[in-house]
C-alpha cells in the first residue's frame, strides 16, 4: 500500500509539473500577446505583437550555423598513387569552399554555439513599450515587456565523398529554446494607479531542421576553383518550439575561391527558395497617423544569401579564417521605435514591410590536435541593427577526417 501510495504521488507531482511547464513558442506568444490583464495585449499592438512574433520565429529558426565543409579536402595523387591534401588550409567556418572531400573519403564534425537576441530595430527586447501619456502624465496607459530569449544549437553534420567531384552531406542541429520575461500594465486615470507584472518562461528541447547537402566540383586549377551545391531543409523541427520554420526550403549555392599561397579567398553566392514570407494587409495610414498594417500570414521568406572572406594556413597546424555573412531577406519587415511628443506622449514600434538585409561577421581559428582531428572556435558578431540583433554568438567544435 505504501509503494502504491508512493507511485500515485510521485505520479501527481509528474503531471503536475507537465501542467504547469510551457515551450519556448508558448512563453514567447503570452509575453508578447498577453499582458497580466486578462483580454490584455502585451506592450505592443496586435499587428506589431504579431510582426514582431515572426520575425523572432523566421530569425531564430534561420539563424546561421557552423560549415559542414570538412577541414580536409583530399586528391588523389597520379604520381604517387596516394590522396594528397588539396589545401594546406583548414578552410571557413561560416562558409563553403569550392573543394570537395575526395572520393571515400568521410568528414564528420560537431560544433556548439550559443546565440542570445538582443534587439530589434535598435529598441532592446527586454524595453519593449506601448504607451500613450495624456495631458503632461494626468492620464497614462503603458504596457511593457522585457523578453530573453536564448538559442543553444548542437550541430552534428557529415560528408562523405561520392566521387572526386561530387560530395553528400547531413547536417542534423539539436536544439535548446528558452524564454523568459515578464509583462507590466500601468494605468494612471482620475488620479487612481493600477500597476500589474506578470512573469513568463518556458523552454523547448529537440531536433532542428535537418539540413540534406549535395555538392559537385565544377572548375580544379591552380589559380580557380568552383562547384555547385544544393541544400534542402527539411521542417522537422518544431516551430512553435523555436526549433525549426515548419517549411520546406531548397537553397541553390554557388562557390568559388582561389589559392594565393596559404591564403584561400572564397566566395559563396546563393538564392533560398521556399515560403512566401510575411503577407500584409493594406496599408491605410495617413499622414500624422500611428498604427501598423495588419499581418495576415506568415511564412519563411526568400532570401539573396552570400559570404566572403577567407582562410589562411597560419603554421601547419593552425587556419585563420574570417567571412562576411549577407542576408538578404525579401517579404519581410523593419520594426523601429517610434516616440512623439506633441502634446500628448506616444511611444511603440512602428512596422514597416519590405526587404531586409542582415549583416554578420565570423572570425575564428581551426587547430589540427593529431592526427586527422581539428578543433574550432569562433566569433560570431552582428555589424548592423537590422531584423533582429544577436549578441556575440561563440562557436566552439571538433572536426575528423576518415
Known amino acids: ?49 504579431a510582426t514582431l512574433y515572426g ?16 577541414g580536409f579536402s583530399w586528391v588523389f595523387d597520379s604520381n604517387l598513387r596516394v590522396p594528397t591534401r588539396r589545401s594546406p588550409s583548414f578552410g571557413p567556418m561560416f562558409a563553403e569552399r569550392p573543394f570537395t572531400t575526395g ?3 568521410l568528414n564528420v564534425g560537431a560544433v556548439f554555439q550559443r546565440t542570445r537576441f ?39 553534420s557529415a560528408t562523405y565523398g561520392i566521387l572526386d567531384k561530387l560530395d553528400v552531406g547531413v547536417i542534423v542541429p539539436l536544439g535548446y529554446s528558452q ?44 589559380r580557380f576553383d568552383a562547384a555547385l551545391a544544393v541544400d534542402v531543409r527539411l521542417p522537422t523541427g518544431d516551430p512553435d518550439k523555436l526549433l525549426g520554420t515548419g517549411y520546406l526550403q531548397t ?7 582561389t589559392t594565393l599561397g596559404s591564403v584561400t579567398p572564397h566566395v559563396n553566392l546563393g538564392y533560398t527558395l521556399g515560403g512566401t514570407g510575411m503577407t500584409f494587409g493594406p496599408d491605410d495610414r495617413w499622414t500624422g497617423s500611428f498604427g501598423d498594417p495588419e499581418l495576415i500570414e506568415r511564412q519563411p521568406s526568400e532570401e539573396f544569401n552570400y559570404t566572403f572572406g577567407a582562410d589562411a594556413a597560419a603554421t601547419p597546424r593552425i587556419t585563420i579564417a574570417g567571412d562576411v555573412i549577407g542576408r538578404v531577406v525579401k517579404n519581410s519587415a523593419a520594426m523601429t ?18 526587404t531586409v538585409h542582415l549583416l554578420l561577421c565570423a572570425v575564428g581559428v581551426k ?35 576518415f
Open 118 to 156: 538582443g534587439s530589434v530595430g535598435g529598441q532592446p527586447l527586454t524595453e519593449l513599450e506601448d504607451s500613450v501619456d495624456y495631458r503632461n502624465g494626468e492620464e497614462i496607459y503603458r504596457q511593457t515587456s522585457s523578453v530573453e530569449i536564448g538559442i543553444d544549437r548542437t550541430v552534428l
Open 55 to 70: 520575425l523572432l520565429l523566421g530569425e531564430t529558426t534561420t539563424f546561421p550555423v557552423g560549415s559542414s565543409a570538412g
Open 337 to 354: 521605435p517610434y516616440e512623439s511628443d506633441d502634446g500628448d506622449r506616444v511611444k511603440f514600434l512602428q512596422v514597416t514591410p519590405g
Open 179 to 222: 524564454v523568459s520575461g515578464f509583462t507590466t500594465n500601468y494605468q494612471l486615470f482620475n488620479g487612481i494607479e493600477e500597476n500589474e507584472r506578470t512573469d513568463t518562461s518556458g523552454s523547448s528541447f529537440g531536433a532542428g531542421d535537418i539540413v540534406i547537402r549535395t555538392k559537385a566540383g565544377l572548375i580544379a586549377s591552380a
Open 367 to 401: 587547430v589540427n590536435v593529431g592526427g586527422s582531428w581539428l578543433a574550432t572556435g569562433t566569433i560570431l558578431f552582428p555589424l548592423n541593427d537590422n531584423g533582429i540583433r544577436p549578441a556575440p554568438t561563440p562557436v566552439i567544435g571538433f572536426e575528423r577526417s
Open 103 to 105: 572520393r571515400g573519403k
Open 1 to 49: 500500500m505504501a509503494r502504491r501510495l508512493a507511485v500515485l504521488i510521485f505520479g501527481a507531482l509528474l503531471a503536475g509539473t507537465d501542467a504547469r511547464a510551457q515551450s519556448a513558442g508558448d512563453a514567447l506568444r503570452s509575453l508578447l500577446f498577453r499582458g497580466p490583464v486578462e483580454g490584455a495585449v502585451g506592450a505592443l499592438s496586435v499587428d506589431s505583437s
Open 251 to 257: 537553397k541553390l549555392l554557388f562557390i568559388a575561391g
